[in-house]
């Protein structure tokens, strides 16, 4: 089971950055896919989550109305959509997947990606 993150960078604030999440190993079928971020001497916390099998959806309340989570079930693949971006944005976001229905409780999630850095400017 592998995860690979990938779709970050360094954008100005207001701007847009979409991550990716593809998985190898596994299917999304049956599975939770959530981001996770962790910025510099805090704890990981987590961003946005998907159980698409279900239909459910989790957004931090920092990130709603901004971040949009999606998954691509053919491609294997969740995105992570993000506009408006703010400063406080910058981190390293993770991807990480749990079977069945999960929220967005690092704890929930036994799979996880490396990491792929998004820095937002001011």
């Known amino acids: 089971v592998q995860l690979q993150a990938s779709g970050g960078g360094l954008v100005q604030a207001g701007g847009s950055l979409r991550l990716s999440c593809a998985a190898s190993?596994?299917?999304?079928?049956?599975?939770?896919i959530g981001w996770f971020r962790q910025a510099p001497g805090k704890e990981r916390e987590g961003v946005s989550c998907?159980?698409?099998?279900?239909?459910?959806?989790y957004y931090a309340d920092s990130v709603k109305g901004r971040f949009t989570i999606s998954s691509d079930n053919a491609k294997n693949t969740v995105y992570l959509q993000m506009n408006s971006l703010k400063p406080e944005d910058t981190a390293v976001y993770y991807c990480?997947?749990?079977?069945?229905?999960?929220?967005?409780?690092?704890?929930?999630?036994?799979?996880w990606g490396q990491g792929t850095q998004v820095t937002v400017s001011s």
């Open positions: 998907i159980s698409s099998s279900f239909g459910i959806t």
């Open positions: 990480a997947a749990a079977w069945g229905i999960a929220t967005c409780m690092r704890y929930e999630y036994d799979y």
């Open positions: 190993g596994f299917t999304f079928d049956g599975y939770a």
